[in-house]
């Protein structure tokens, strides 16, 4: 079965630092792995996606992921942070195994502090 | 262009009643996604529809149901409102041919 794991709940960086958000996945098949950013009131944004090909895949507003097949982790990150980036974040998981059910972690919430 | 319109925004129901939600995809997308997003977890999927069949149902009841129109549009149906099902449902379309999912502002659906 599948299954995303962000392991926190919230992540405090101060602007202009580095930040990681952490996700782990469990899948049957190769997984497809995404990155969506939902700000308060407001649908989910797509940021990035890992299908197949390099492991670092680079989004929207200069994020950036590494795909880790050997630890099955997909960690979002930013080489500076901004205050704007203040949201929740959400790394999903689906399966090319012919299903269409896309699995969401809980979420991680970031706080960028000025 | 516009981007994945849900209607209505707001709605506040009491339990057994019954419940529809409706979603316009973003024009050329044939694929619609829902989701039930409760205060402070993440999305769950609830069903995928792709050129009017059924592609994946998620864990949910019965009493919850979906169909596709002939312009894309989606409506989802909840039958016998439960307290629990008070949440964020959000609906997504996709291109045809790719995985990202572009997703709607959501309706809040408060049951009392």
């Known amino acids: 079965a599948q299954s995303v794991a962000q392991p926190e709940d919230q992540v405090n960086v101060a602007e202009g630092n580095p930040l990681t958000v952490k996700c782990t996945y469990s899948?049957?098949?190769?997984?497809?792995l995404f990155w969506y950013v939902q700000y308060p009131n407001r649908g989910l944004q797509f940021l990035l996606k890992?299908?197949?090909?390099?492991?670092l895949v680079k989004g929207s507003y200069g994020f950036e992921a590494e795909f880790n097949k050997s630890q099955t982790s997909f960690h979002l990150k930013k080489p500076s942070a901004l205050v704007s980036d203040s949201a929740l974040y959400f790394c999903?998981?689906?399966?090319?195994?012919?299903?269409?059910?896309?699995?969401f972690g809980a979420g991680t919430r970031l706080f960028v502090k000025a | 262009d516009a981007g994945v319109t849900q209607s209505p925004t707001h709605l506040i129901k009491t339990r057994g009643q019954h419940v529809t939600l409706r979603c316009s995809p973003i024009?050329?997308?044939?694929?619609v996604s829902w989701y039930q997003q409760v205060l402070g977890q993440g999305p769950q999927f609830i069903f995928q529809?792709?050129?009017?069949?059924?592609?994946g149902r998620g864990n949910f009841p019965d009493r919850f149901s979906a169909r596709q129109f002939p312009n894309y549009s989606s409506e989802l149906n909840v039958n016998a409102l439960l307290l629990g099902d008070s949440a964020l449902y959000l609906c997504?379309?996709?291109?045809?041919?790719?995985?990202?999912?572009?997703f709607g502002p959501g309706t809040r659906l408060t049951v009392l």
């Open positions: 890992y299908i197949t090909g390099d492991n």
């Open positions: 899948v049957s098949g190769n997984p497809y």
């Open positions: 024009s050329g997308h044939k694929s």
């Open positions: 999903a998981v689906r399966d090319d195994t012919g299903g269409f059910k896309t699995i």
């Open positions: 997504a379309s996709s291109p045809q041919g790719t995985d990202t999912q572009y």
């Open positions: 529809y792709y050129e009017k069949e059924e592609r």
